[in-house]
């Protein structure tokens, strides 16, 4: 009696089980798609996310990005501003010089090279075996479009490109921000970005007319190149309310037009900001200016106004004109009108650097930075 009992306890679970199985299904097809497909199309939805970049291309990436591959410098330092920990490889070989100033973390990434400048190519092979999760280009003319279309059909990654533009920048990094999640980072860098340019401004703007200040941006070892008002590679004379008295041909791209010593005379500028490349110690025209007697009747050379650029790790007035200029509007600032600024300049290098570069800088490196660049 009691085995039929439980026989039949039993056939009745199974029904009620069955029945419950059956209704189950039917509600989730009454709700829409079935469960199975819903957690799939869920997971598809979380492991990639479509944007926009600045040059209005649409593209799928991952939802989550850890690591990013710049095809430039300048894209590389954008990044490395941004977030040291997530640069994928170097596009330079970097001096034991400029290394002091960066993260250990970043000094060791791999050398991948990249597209920039004269020649330069990246190493494919190498790159793709580094799988970052996105490349990074700057630039928005239509041959920078056509690169990065070329390169991410190449490579078999999503390639973004974003401004880097001086009046870009913040722009850019509260995109960077809003794509990798970290919106608050991305403020912090634009909004420091924005109050530097708005500062010159509001300074230039205050300055008359017959009371701004002449220079001449000199370039290469003899001095005897240049980048005249218009240039990005001499922009920050302008922006910072000071008049670029070159009057020469605007060359695009890499700039520097050859002029004479004879024009520079008639120019008769009152400061001269005098070029070093990174990577060139050797490229400043400083000690040219200074010690060749062709120059000595110049203003700028009697009145000792004559400044080299800080290089380290990069230059802070050009070469490349990115974020490393940032610091460059306050040190032009200080240079060309010491008497309408409220801020220390070696103060503001130690901001800048924890800021931007990852690093906290002592008295003694600030003074090796900033060595033939600041009013004796």
């Given at each position: 009696m009691r085995k039929h009992t439980r026989t039949v306890i039993a056939l009745a679970l199974c029904f009620i089980l069955s029945q419950s199985i059956v209704l189950t299904g039917c509600q989730a097809q009454d709700a829409g798609e079935p469960a199975e497909p819903l957690v799939a199309e869920a997971e598809t939805q979380a492991e990639t996310q479509t944007i926009v970049d600045h040059a209005g291309r649409t593209i799928e990436l991952p939802a989550q990005i850890t690591t990013v591959y710049s095809i430039s410098p300048v894209g590389t330092m954008l990044m490395y501003t941004f977030d040291d920990t997530m640069v994928a490889g170097l596009n330079v070989i970097l001096s034991e010089e400029e290394k002091t100033y960066l993260t250990d973390h970043y000094v060791n990434l791999p050398h991948l090279g990249g597209w920039y400048g004269q020649g330069n190519q990246?190493?494919?092979?190498?790159?793709?075996?580094?799988?970052?999760?996105?490349?990074?280009?700057?630039?928005?003319?239509?041959?920078?479009?056509?690169?990065?279309?070329?390169?991410?059909?190449?490579?078999?990654?999503?390639?973004?490109?974003?401004?880097?533009?001086?009046?870009?920048?913040?722009?850019?990094?509260?995109?960077?921000?809003?794509?990798?999640?970290?919106?608050?980072?991305?403020?912090?860098?634009?909004?420091?970005?924005?109050?530097?340019?708005?500062?010159?401004?509001?300074?230039?703007?205050?300055?008359?007319?017959?009371?701004?200040?002449?220079?001449?941006?000199?370039?290469?070892?003899?001095?005897?190149?240049?980048?005249?008002?218009?240039?990005?590679?001499?922009?920050?004379?302008?922006?910072?309310?000071?008049?670029?008295?070159?009057?020469?041909?605007?060359?695009?791209?890499?700039?520097?037009?050859?002029?004479?010593?004879?024009?520079?005379?008639?120019?008769?500028?009152?400061?001269?900001?005098?070029?070093?490349?990174?990577?060139?110690?050797?490229?400043?025209?400083?000690?040219?200016?200074?010690?060749?007697e062709k120059w000595s009747t110049i203003q700028a050379v009697r009145d000792n106004h004559v400044y080299q650029t800080p290089l380290l790790p990069q230059n802070w007035f050009d070469r490349p004109p990115s974020v490393n200029t940032i610091i460059g509007i306050k040190w032009t600032l200080y240079l060309l009108y010491p008497d309408r600024i409220d801020f220390d300049i070696k103060q503001e290098a130690k901001d800048y650097y924890e800021l931007f570069y990852h690093v906290k800088l002592t008295d003694k490196d600030v003074d090796a930075i900033t060595n033939l660049a600041l009013h004796q």
């Open positions: 990246g190493n494919v092979e190498e790159i793709i075996k580094n799988a970052p999760d996105m490349v990074l280009s700057t630039g928005l003319n239509q041959s920078f479009v056509e690169q990065a279309e070329e390169l991410q059909d190449q490579l078999g990654i999503p390639v973004v490109i974003v401004k880097d533009g001086l009046s870009d920048l913040a722009e850019s990094y509260r995109f960077l921000g809003e794509l990798f999640d970290q919106e608050a980072r991305g403020e912090e860098l634009a909004r420091y970005i924005d109050n530097s340019i708005a500062l010159a401004n509001e300074i230039a703007s205050q300055v008359p007319e017959d009371e701004r200040v002449r220079v001449y941006y000199a370039e290469e070892q003899d001095g005897l190149h240049t980048d005249p008002a218009g240039s990005t590679h001499s922009q920050l004379i302008e922006l910072c309310g000071g008049i670029n008295v070159a009057e020469c041909e605007l060359l695009p791209g890499y700039g520097r037009t050859a002029v004479s010593i004879e024009q520079v005379l008639t120019w008769d500028p009152e400061l001269i900001i005098c070029c070093v490349d990174n990577g060139r110690p050797d490229s400043s025209s400083y000690h040219t200016v200074l010690s060749d």
